[in-house]
T-cell receptor, first 114, second 113 residues
Framework: DAKTTQPNSMESNEEEPVHLPCNHS???????IHWYRQLPSQGPEYVIH???SNVNNRMASLAIAEDRKSSTLILHRATLRDAAVYYC???????????????FGAGTQVVVTP | DTAVSQTPKYLVTQMGNDKSIKCEQN?????MYWYKQDSKKFLKIMFS???????INETVPNRFSPKSPDKAHLNLHINSLELGDSAVYFC????????????FGQGTRLTVV
């Protein structure tokens, strides 16, 4: 299974943007790049996903490199509520041996300072 | 309306006991999962059921037995609990074959003493 590499932690001031990098140099053509986050004492929640093009939603933006070997999750204005562990995950929903499972790594702990 | 709900939220029990955790989803998804998050916070998949059939079983001791009475429910029964089983267990659901999000429950914190 293709793996991802993320920094252990990142700090940001409130209302400033946060750029969370993720390397996935062994990504395959059918892997989508998913981001989930886990707030303290809660289950993981979906943030965003993409394949090749940059994506935006109400929570964040996802910028994907042209060669797809890396991506960056962008939180445009961090709030205290965004303090969480952010996971970058490659998900292949086509291959029957993966069956849509999510392979979590260690993630990036985002600390937001008031 | 909670999309994926687990009960109980907390479970403290003695070594050697048998316990169950229940999970229900009201999203109409055809696939449900159990994940385990250990003390080092690593989240790892344990089982997955698609339309009540077991499709993923990730090297989990056979003391753990999932049961899916219908598509909306996936329960986890654990026999002869050990100290190392202490963890947070998360249930999740998604629609297989579609690149849509997975929804997670709030977790069940199991403490074996």
């Amino acid at each position: 299974d293709a793996k991802t590499t993320q920094p252990n932690s990142m700090e940001s001031n409130e209302e400033e943007p946060v750029h969370l990098p993720c390397n996935h140099s062994t990504i395959s053509g059918t892997d989508y790049i998913h981001w989930y986050r886990q707030l303290p004492s809660q289950g993981p929640e979906y943030v965003i996903h993409g394949l090749t093009s940059n994506v935006n939603n109400r929570m964040a933006s996802l910028a994907i490199a042209e060669d797809r070997k890396s991506s960056t999750l962008i939180l445009h204005r961090a709030t205290l509520r965004d303090a969480a562990v952010y996971y970058c995950i490659l998900r292949d929903v086509v291959r029957t041996d993966s069956w849509g499972k999510l392979q979590f790594g260690a993630g990036t702990q985002v600390v937001v300072t008031p | 309306d909670t999309a994926v709900s687990q009960t109980p939220k907390y479970l403290v029990t003695q070594m050697g006991n048998d316990k169950s955790i229940k999970c229900e989803q009201n999203l109409g998804h055809d696939t449900m999962y159990w994940y385990k998050q250990d003390s080092k916070k690593f989240l790892k998949i344990m089982f997955s059921y698609n339309n009540k059939e077991l499709i993923i079983n990730e090297t989990v001791p056979n003391r753990f037995s999932p049961k899916s009475p219908d598509k909306a429910h996936l329960n986890l029964h654990i026999n002869s609990l050990e100290l190392g089983d202490s963890a947070v267990y998360f249930c999740a659901s998604s629609q297989l074959g579609q690149n849509t999000e997975a929804f997670f429950g709030q977790g069940t914190r199991l403490t074996v003493v």
